[in-house]
């Protein structure tokens, strides 16, 4: 396991963050590096909105970023769900990303900027991340899109959030996505119910266990972990058949490799198609590099399109 040479000079360039006991100076210590990590554009999408859209009960709206891949209409609609361990990212920080997969998809794009903690703890997040899949599902048309072709895609916590949204969307009577898209995510699949680091993990740049474990007290705060939903953490829970088909992109010296793997075994188990991809050389948010790593680019287009030829297949199937 060696870790990509160009990524890892890349790597070395970045502010280290010290996390510790306390949560909200390393919080806006990581905000101010995720915010300085601007990055030149990877794609020019045919249209690019920002709007709000309506929040769960009682909460603020939600500024969300629409990506469109072209002037057509009934096209495939995504909804894209950041990942940032519920404490740092935004529609900024996964811009490139985000264009990259509408271009290479073909789908509208809507990407979601999520309560964060430690100021919004959980379900905040959860509950963002579902009420823009049920407003992409109700506007799907008036974006030009298909209603009956919506996907749910996210990065490492994101993908944590696309399953969470999957399983509410049963819960809640509403259509389930026709696909999902998870990237390094961390689900809590892992033996044991936690979020396992993977042996040989890289720990320079990518996320250490230490920071793993500071991200979800910060997410969760003092809860009684006992007491949760039965959807969290959504790698352990019941029922997974109602969930998708679903691609999952792993990073070889990620410390959530064993998760997203142990969450592939359990969809299988569940009867949901799984196709599993592993990204040699990568750490963990290899995402966010794509712009100054050709490696991290490549490693990523195929996840892209495996969404996009899945949301052509279900336009044919309908």
């Given amino acids: 396991m060696a870790i990509d040479p160009v990524l890892e000079e890349y790597l070395g360039t970045l502010t280290e963050v010290v996390f510790d006991d306390g949560l909200d100076v390393p919080g806006e210590r990581a905000r101010e590096r995720e915010e300085a990590l601007r990055a030149p554009r990877l794609a020019e ?11 769960p009960e009682g909460a603020p709206e939600i500024p969300v970023r629409i990506y469109r891949p072209s002037a057509g209409t009934g096209l495939p609609v995504t909804v894209y769900l950041h990942g940032g361990g519920f404490v740092v990212g935004g529609l900024d920080t996964h811009d490139n990303a985000v264009r990259l997969l509408a271009e290479e998809a073909g789908t509208i794009a809507v990407s979601v900027d999520y309560r964060l903690a430690p100021e919004h703890r959980f379900p905040a ?7 823009a899949y049920a407003w992409v599902l109700a506007n799907a048309a008036e974006l030009g899109g298909d209603p009956d072709r919506v996907a749910v ?18 819960e809640r009577g509403l259509p389930a996505p026709v696909f999902q898209l998870l990237v390094y995510p961390g689900t809590g699949a892992a033996p044991g119910g936690g979020f396992s680091a993977s042996e040989g993990a890289d720990t320079s740049g990518g996320m250490s266990g230490e920071e793993l474990g500071w991200y979800l007290r910060a997410f969760l705060g003092d809860r009684d972990l006992s007491a949760l939903p039965p959807y969290m953490p959504p790698g352990r829970a019941e029922g997974l058949s109602v969930l998708p088909p679903t691609f999952i992109l792993t990073a070889e010296l990620d410390p959530l490799r064993a998760d997203g793997e142990a969450f592939a075994d359990r969809l299988r188990a569940a009867g949901v198609p799984v196709e599993v991809k592993d990204s040699p050389g990568m750490v963990h948010s290899f995402l966010r ?30």
Wanted: include cysteine; charged fraction near 15%.
């Fill in 125 to 131: 997040a959860v509950e963002d991340a579902f009420a």
């Fill in 153 to 170: 895609a996210g990065d490492s916590a994101g993908g944590f959030l696309s399953a969470c949204t999957g399983l509410l969307a049963a």
């Fill in 45 to 55: 999408p045919y249209a690019v909105e920002e709007r709000s859209i309506p929040g």
């Fill in 289 to 318: 590099w794509m712009h100054a790593v050709p490696a991290a680019r490549a490693a990523a287009l195929p996840a892209f399109r495996a969404l996009g030829e899945a949301l052509a297949a279900a336009r044919t199937n309908a």
